[in-house]
């Protein structure tokens, strides 16, 4: 008897664990940017998984608290899946106290992005009137400003601080939506953000146009290529057109480091490595994708109907951005965001094994 009502006790866990919840873990705050675009996508997503899906909310230190917790503990539950942004991606390359990494896990999609730069219409990057702007946490993006804006130079990165230092106003402490509204005020000549923000707001400021991209990354070239959005307003087209010779040097090196990174992974869903319920998810994944009304609502969520990796093409490109790391590079990568936007860096030597 005590055998049996052992049995049935396993049979009932057993029964219970594979009707489980789906936990979804966003490492930032409700209503953030992250947290909309992926609110959109798990809507999509119950159409096609059987389990509900719920969703928990685990903001600090700019993905910190979320993700190291879900290193530590959250990815070894079988129903776990978690959610990442640009800044998740980023804080991998040099900020300190980062616990998670990305080669332990499992994709099941990645959304190909891009980041949109504007400037004011009546303003002319090669005249007098210095560059004014300012976004600390956007380093990559505001790093392919100071390369547009002060073009080629020597290539090096003294040379570039030189330049900020003399020809442009750069100013501390701004984030997206404050910066934003220091266009629309006109304190600001220099403008960004994601296809969505683009899309829905920031196209339509009537003092504004598109000065250049950075690029939709695409994993058979394995870096940067062009918005079809965008067309002929990627970052390496625009500075030869503008002037008159290919983008490269150190800080180029530097700005492709940590833009790539953001851009590549800008927005993905993932589970622990070997999870075993990865391939039904990842079904599911393709089919929301093939509903054409899911897809339209995703598309008006993203800005655009950007394409996606999907699980093994996705795990493949936290590889290739791995491959292209140097000691140079990251060393490099750390001076400049520590010099230039205050930030805490630190080398990650680990990177490069």
Request: proline content about 4%.
């Amino acid at each position: 008897m005590k055998r049996l009502l052992t049995l049935v006790a396993v049979m009932i866990f057993t029964v219970t664990s594979a009707l489980a919840d789906y936990t979804i873990y966003l490492p930032t705050k409700p209503g953030s940017g992250l947290d909309t675009w992926a609110q959109v996508i798990i809507k999509e997503l119950k159409k096609h998984v059987d389990e509900p899906l719920i969703t928990q909310h685990i903001p600090g230190a700019r993905h910190l608290v979320g993700m190291n917790k879900w290193q530590k503990d959250n990815r070894f539950d079988d129903k776990a899946i978690t959610v990442t942004g640009g800044t998740t991606s980023v804080n991998t390359l040099v900020v300190k106290g980062v616990e998670y990494d990305y080669t332990t896990w499992d994709a099941l999609g990645v959304q190909l992005l891009d980041i949109f730069i504007g400037k004011a219409k009546d303003w002319n990057p090669k005249g007098d009137v210095k560059m004014v702007f300012g976004n600390d946490h956007a380093a990559g993006d505001v790093t392919a400003m100071v390369l547009m804006y002060c073009g080629p130079l020597d290539g090096k990165m003294i040379s570039y601080k030189k330049c900020i230092d003399e020809r442009m106003t750069y100013v501390k402490g701004v984030g997206d939506k404050e910066g934003t509204l220091m266009f629309m005020r006109g304190e600001f000549n220099i403008f960004r953000g994601n296809p969505t923000a683009w899309t829905k707001k920031i196209s339509k400021l009537d003092t504004g146009e598109i000065w250049f991209t950075q690029g939709v990354y695409d994993p058979a070239k394995g870096g940067p290529g062009e918005n079809k959005f965008a067309q002929g307003y990627d970052f390496d087209t625009v500075f030869e057109k503008t002037w008159g010779v290919k983008p490269s040097g150190e800080l180029y090196d530097v700005y492709r480091l940590a833009q790539t990174q953001n851009d590549a992974l800008q927005k993905g869903f993932w589970v622990n490595k070997n999870n075993p319920n990865r391939d039904k998810l990842l079904a599911a994944f393709k089919k929301m994708l093939a509903d054409p009304e899911s897809r339209a609502n995703i598309a008006t969520a993203s800005g655009g109907d950007y394409d996606w990796a999907l699980g093994e093409e996705a795990d493949q490109i936290v590889l290739d951005l791995r491959a292209n790391y140097t000691e140079k590079k990251l060393k490099d990568l750390t001076w400049w965001f520590n010099t230039i936007f205050g930030w805490k860096a630190e080398f990650k030597p680990e990177l490069l094994k």
